[in-house]
């Protein structure tokens, strides 16, 4: 499933090595009431093996701004739904608390981040969210409202939480925080 190489023979009598792309397993049915979505430019085999089985995976690896277009794309759907990064690891309880969960914007930390006090600097990660329709339906223009230099997938959490709490939303911390294969950061 994940990213292999291989050597083909070129035309001229050369060979080059090429990347096959892997394929994200297929959704099946929606199977509670919050639509998971995986933005994803690499496919992790933890992520693969753990993200939920109705999870729709969106290929973002054409453009640094194809974030922005896919969450604007889910944005205007309007439904409750979460978000997994690529290299996120997911489990069971945390579909669990996602679906019973009554808070608006719901988000597990890392359980790798390198000290607790960081954590809050990263309140607006999306690397594992889930936002309910009544914060959609409040603030329909979170992501059409961010100027195209703001699409850059490094700070669009940053440009949406920030018109997010604008409107009076805070982010609810989930515990244990997820296994995030790309934490570490200050250290
Ligand atoms: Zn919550
Ligand atoms: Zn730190």
Sequence with gaps: ?????????????????????????????????????IPYTKLEAATVASAPLDAMWIDVSSSDAAYHAALLDIWGRRE????????????????????????PWCSYGYANICHPEC???????????????????????ALSSIPPEGWEWRNLCDRIGERLRAKGFTHHWHHPGVDHRGAGWCS
């Design 1 to 37: 499933m994940t990213d292999r190489l291989e050597v083909v023979a070129a035309e001229d009598g050369n060979r080059r090595v090429i990347r096959v792309a892997g394929r994200p397993p297929a959704p099946v049915k929606r199977r509670g009431t919050v639509a998971w979505y």
């Design 80 to 103: 409750t739904f979460a978000l997994l990064e690529h290299d996120v690891v997911c489990r069971p309880d945390v579909i669990d608390a996602f679906e019973t969960c009554p808070e």
């Design 119 to 141: 954590q809050d600097a990263w309140a607006n990660q999306l690397g594992c969210v889930r936002f309910r329709k009544e914060l959609l339906d409040a603030v329909p223009d």
